[in-house]
């Protein structure tokens, strides 16, 4: 008699954990994509209104510089890019009826801590229609008062021009300027006046560029 034949059974339990170890793997790139996707639609979500908020901040930055009712143009479309010595600059033109009277653009400077920087506008002569610090990080209850908020002080430039101190004199009193230093602060007002005057001398130099004037 012979023995009966007997079916060869599979290896079931082996093939059975191989798939029990793939399933973390799935399951943590199931978990990835999903991650992206949403941090993908909050992206998108999230740049409209940011973007927008930003052209707000920036465009109120630039109505500070500027006298009440001294342009009726949107600035933020109104630009002309300048190449300067530290690179290409974006000038904002103020036009009251059409006519350019005057351009905005931003300069800085370093001072005791941090990068000071500023809005600075001025008029079809140069002159210096006003100017505001944009962001910097020095010593509060010193440094920080070139802030309009903390002080006046930023408002000593208004009506000033290149020749008006003469150029030499465009410096903080302590170092035989004409503009006042901050009580128990030197460092930040000299950094800042220096990037104004910089920014006249850039305003010079592309007078036509910018205004278009023939001079």
Do not use: C
């Not at 940011?50 to 930055?61: F, H, K, Y």
């Not at 802030?147 to 430039?157: D, M, N, P, R």
């Not at 006046?193 to 130099?205: C, Q, T």
């Amino acid at each position: 008699m012979h023995d009966p034949v007997q079916s060869p059974v599979e290896p079931v339990a082996p093939a059975l954990a191989a798939r029990e170890a793939l399933v973390p793997g799935v399951m943590l790139g199931i978990v990835a994509l999903l991650a992206s996707g949403a941090l993908a639609l909050a992206s998108r979500l999230t740049t409209g209104p940011i973007a927008a908020a930003e052209a707000n901040d920036l465009r109120q930055s630039l109505i500070e510089v500027l006298p009440a009712g001294f342009a009726d143009n949107d600035f933020l479309h109104d630009t002309v890019r300048v190449t300067g010595e530290g690179g290409a600059v974006t000038v904002y033109r103020a036009r009251k009826g059409g006519a350019v009277d005057g351009a905005m653009f931003q300069v800085s400077g370093y001072g005791y801590s941090s990068d000071v920087q500023l809005m600075m506008a001025v008029d079809l002569s140069g002159r210096i229609l006003g100017v505001r610090v944009l962001k910097h990080a020095e010593t509060p209850g010193l440094g920080d008062r070139i802030e309009i908020a903390k002080s006046t002080w930023i408002l000593g430039f208004d009506g000033h021009s290149l020749d008006d101190p003469k150029p030499a004199r465009w410096a903080v009193k302590k170092d035989g300027g004409a503009f006042d230093q901050l009580t128990g602060a030197t460092i930040t007002p000299r950094a800042v006046v220096k990037a104004v005057k910089g920014g006249l001398l850039f305003f010079e130099a592309h007078r036509q560029q910018i205004l278009g004037d023939p001079r």
